[in-house]
């Protein structure tokens, strides 16, 4: 009996992703009402996302559940994917502040 329990409890540690933050590219919306202040705060928010990225990445027991059920690839997918996605949103934000800010020195 405990022998399945302890089986099915594997089984189903593969499905156990780490849940990281995902960052949506930069809307035409908002590329539009975006000035030099929101630009900034923006891009500070983009970063917080990537340390919270880096946290979530930390070794703990979802990395070892994952390492378990399917040796931390689901993980590590999904790290690789929520890291792209911020980088993106932060290279076009990045890129809107060089067009959108160039009078200003911020």
Not at 20 to 34: G, R
Not at 78 to 97: G, I, P
């Amino acid at each position: 009996m405990h022998k399945s329990v302890i089986l099915i409890a594997l089984l189903l540690s593969g499905c156990a992703l780490k849940q990281y933050p995902q960052s949506a590219n930069v809307s035409d919306a908002e590329a539009q009402s975006y000035d030099c202040a929101a630009l900034n705060q923006e891009i500070a928010k983009s970063q917080s996302v990537q340390q919270q990225i880096d946290k979530t990445g930390e070794f703990d027991a979802l990395t070892v559940l994952g390492f378990v059920g399917d040796f931390g690839i689901g993980n590590g997918i999904a790290k690789a994917s929520a890291n792209n996605k911020a980088a993106a949103r932060l290279q076009q934000m990045e890129n809107l502040k060089s067009v959108r800010c160039v009078h200003n020195a911020t």
